[in-house]
């Protein structure tokens, strides 16, 4: 069972998103909060009943404590707690602070419900998920100067297979694991386990390097493929 809490000001979307959610038998609502100092207060009490949510949803915009702020501090003292931003704000400036504090993903409140259930879980097996366009969002608010050249390649790039660098910038592209696996006839798994192999190669920590540094070498990606 994955739980969640639930971090939304208006109270109407935050009852339709639990009822949403709990009907998915591996999916259980555990508290729920109206903003960030809320959200903070009530990751103290589970933790004192031993019932720490393994996933955060977490608004952007809440008065008393945004939730940038809030996602910041509940990483540092709970950092095994998984953080989904969940909000209506696809702003540049949001994802790159939210998840510079460590959020692992950052989702669109259109996203469909089904969907939804399905990158919570994936955040909770620890991968990162984004809504379209957000990692594009997140590399144009990389600084030029942290850019690699593309004079020479980074270390284990001559070591990806043909597949792995079409995932790698389908990765780059902003794409989720289910849009791999669909253009790329790969079953989830398999899309999963080249992920993992181009991570390990690369020695990189998440999706969000890989989009950063496939986004700096991407016409070498598309050579020979």
Known sequence: MIRLLLVEDQEVVREGLK??????????????????????????LLHTQNLLPDVI???I??????GVTAT???????PCIKILIFTTFNDGKYVAEALRFGAKGYLLKDTPSQELAEVIRSIYRGYSQFSPGVLEKIVANVPTSQIPQTSHLPSGFDKLSPRERQVLRMIANGA??????QTLSLSDGTVRNHISHILTKLNLRDRTQASIVA??????????L
């Not at 989720?176 to 696996?181: C, D, L, M, V």
């Open 57 to 59: 949803l977490m608004d």
């Open 176 to 181: 989720s694991n289910r849009e791999i696996s």
């Open 215 to 224: 986004n700096s070498f991407v016409s070498w990606l598309e050579i020979e």
């Open 72 to 78: 910041q501090l509940i990483c540092q003292k709970f």
């Open 61 to 66: 915009r809440m008065p008393i404590m945004d």
């Open 19 to 44: 009822a949403l959610l709990e009907i998915k038998p591996d999916l259980e609502v555990v508290a729920e909060a109206s903003n960030g100092q809320q959200a903070l207060e009530q990751v103290e």
